[in-house]
């Protein structure tokens, strides 16, 4: 490379965040772990930024967040607003929002299950790091998998941008409805590309089917201790208990199954709050009427999880037939339910992704999903709005509260990642305490405690880039007396 | 194939100087003299760049970068060579090498070349839609740079 005709330096990818993705590991006078910490960068000012301005701009800002999600901070924030202006959108108008959510849920976790985290499984948690990847995956599953893959997520794609605009700046959510409906003449393409989308989703729960249920070793790593945490788990629900990613109450159950709290979003403040730990910028949430009692999981501790496999734990059945089946064969692999171990999250996501195609084949089904009554004008004064969706990656919040000219004074926003940090660095500490003992630290330990992490799907920076795309993880031992021992770099 | 260049900005513009790759496409488009020339500014990572450049001949990148090893408002060029492919943990982190390869292997059209001019800047991690003034410096150059690839002149500010 060159720079300005002089220097030379190499992109290390470790370099690419300087700092971040940090574990300080302490060990105890014999060489085990007393405690393990995961700190991970967070960005900081967005109460600030957004303050002063309009309500009615937030599904803009806030699906300019990142790069990854701007589906669903759209959503939860036009739902906020929904619930700010004090109206309800008609029902055709709830089917198109629907109908583009679950579109992106669809693909969202098509990427996760392809490219992100289910390569660990996919190509085998013990290949080597550099093959498991969609090129790892592609290898093992055959190349018209990975054009299937490419072709079904640019279509679906396609849907979203056809509805909600550009996928990065949607301009479709407003308060009381949405901006644009289908017109007639593309159900008829939306019906096929939704039953498209529910042959891909069904053949990627048979890939996962023949390739981990089929193999013993990977199914024993699913259920192993290392990746086992008795916790609450939270997720939307409808009035049947099934999950809804688009809208619902929010159920709690905790580690036995039983429904410990079934809420309103208004209500969230009643039922989650947030403690702080001197080593980390990241605020942990935990229930708020168990208690926090320090990342010990269990009954007496409010830390919980949300999700995938936490959405499959507070269900009582899931709202569509394929999926229900897809649902009761992993009750009977796994279960009983609550199923607490992290990695069984890739097997739910996948089930997930067919529900969301089934619900996408139903909704171009409705003979009101082509109306034109898109939208109610709001004419109440604006006060408090509190929206809430089932982001890929869990539950998120955003509460907004403005002046009477609709001008914001407070803006919080709970995101996905934020529910299961505790849960998280709960999984980092156990793989490190199974992986040091006397001071002498296993072979592998980095990619176990990625594969812990990476099953939750984590959220982290919320930015994009073209170089080098390796979260820049850094271990670094410390003895009983706090001095730096070992330093692991990826 | 499209006989034709991309210019894609890459980054967040919510995130002060984590945009500048958008800022620097934009004065691009506004001043660059080619017909067969595209300028697009996208926020999406991984496989959504894939979609973006298949079909492309060449492709120049623009796009923030922290090495920490310069001053904040260098600007670099890098070629694919440059890049080492990784595992992506998270979509956050899923890179460019990686799209490319899986582009070649499936057949979609990968561009012949590639370049990515890359602005080390300061704070990603601040709400802003400002810029630092060392990385607000660096457009004009950044904006040379990229003209000179396209095979232009750079053009003096108007």
């Known amino acids: ?490 | 194939m499209k006989d034709r260049t991309l210019v894609l900005g890459l980054g967040n513009d919510l995130l002060g100087d984590d945009g500048v790759g958008l800022t620097v496409a934009r004065v691009v488009e506004s001043r660059h003299q080619q017909r067969d020339v595209d300028v697009v500014e996208s926020g999406e990572a991984g496989l959504a760049l894939l979609e973006i450049i298949d079909g492309y001949r060449r492709v120049v990148i623009v796009d923030a970068i922290q090495t920490g090893q310069v001053e904040a408002g260098t600007v670099m060029i890098y070629g694919p060579e440059d890049f080492r492919r990784v595992v992506a943990p998270s979509a956050h982190y899923s890179g460019l090498p990686e799209v490319l390869e899986l582009g070649a292997r499936i057949g979609c059209d990968m561009p012949r070349d590639l370049k990515v001019v890359a602005i080390e800047i300061a704070d990603p991690l601040h709400f802003s839609t400002e810029l630092t003034e060392k990385v607000a410096h660096a457009i004009e150059e950044a904006v040379s740079k990229v003209l000179g690839l396209l095979g232009e002149p750079a053009l003096q500010a108007r």
Not at chain 1, 281 to 291: A, Q, R, T
Not at chain 1, 446 to 469: I, Q, W
């Open chain 1, 1 to 490: 490379m060159e720079s300005n005709g002089q220097k030379h330096i190499t992109v290390d990818p470790i370099t690419r965040l300087e700092g971040h993705g940090k574990i300080d590991i302490f060990l105890d006078d014999k060489g085990d772990v007393e405690r393990a910490y995961f700190q991970v960068p967070e960005l900081r000012g967005f109460e600030v930024f957004s303050l002063g301005r309009p309500a009615e701009d937030m599904p803009q800002i806030t699906s300019r967040i990142c790069g990854v999600c701007p589906t669903a901070h759209h959503m939860a924030s036009t739902k906020a607003l929904d619930h700010l202006y004090h109206v309800e959108p008609p029902r055709p108008a709830r089917l198109v929002r629907e109908l583009v959510y679950n579109a992106f849920m669809l693909e969202d976790h098509a990427l996760h299950v392809y490219v992100l985290g289910g390569p660990d499984f996919i190509v085998g948690p013990e290949a080597p790091a550099a093959e498991r990847n969609i090129l790892g995956v592609i290898g093992k599953v055959g190349l018209e998998v990975g054009q299937r893959v490419i072709a079904t997520r640019r279509r679906v794609r396609e849907l979203i941008t056809h509805v909600a605009g550009k996928v990065i700046h949607p301009v479709f959510g407003l308060p009381g409805g949405v901006s644009k409906g289908l017109s007639p003449d593309d159900v008829p393409g939306f019906k096929q590309l939704a039953k498209d989308g529910l042959d891909f989703a069904q053949f990627t729960l048979q890939v996962f089917k023949d390739i981990v249920l089929a193999n013993r070793e990977y199914v024993e790593l699913i259920k192993s201790d290392a990746y086992t945490h008795k916790t609450y788990y939270m997720g939307l629900v409808d009035e049947k208990n099934q999950p809804n990613f688009y809208d619902g109450d929010i159920r709690v159950v905790d580690p036995n199954g039983k429904e410990f709290a079934k809420f309103k979003e208004v209500q969230y403040l009643d039922h989650i709050a947030e403690h702080v730990e001197p080593w980390s910028y990241v605020k942990f949430c935990y229930l708020k009427n168990v208690g926090w009692k320090g990342f010990k999981g269990g009954i007496d501790d409010g830390v919980y999880s949300v999700a995938p496999l936490a959405r499959l734990n507070v269900a009582d059945a899931m709202a569509t037939p394929i999926a229900q089946e897809a649902f009761l064969e992993y009750e009977a692999a796994l279960g009983p339910r609550p199923i607490h171990h992290t990695l069984a999250n890739h097997w739910a996501r996948v089930i997930e992704m067919v529900y969301a195609a089934e619900r996408l084949v139903e909704i171009m089904d409705d003979p009101e999903v082509a109306s034109d009554n898109l939208r109610v004008i709001p004419t109440a004064t604006p006060d408090k709005g509190i929206g809430v969706v089932e982001a890929p990656r869990g539950t998120l919040f955003h509460h907004f509260e403005t002046d009477p000219n609709g001008i914001l004074t407070l803006v919080n926003l709970i995101v996905a990642t934020q529910n299961n940090s505790a849960r998280m660095a709960m999984s980092v500490e156990t793989a490190a305490k199974a992986l040091i003992h006397g001071f002498d630290v296993s072979e592998g330990l980095l990619n176990k405690v990625e594969m812990a992490f990476r099953a939750y799907d984590p959220c982290h920076a919320c930015a994009t880039h073209s170089m080098p795309g390796q979260m820049p993880l850094v271990v670094r031992l410390h003895g009983s007396d706090g001095t730096l021992l070992e330093e692991i770099k990826r």
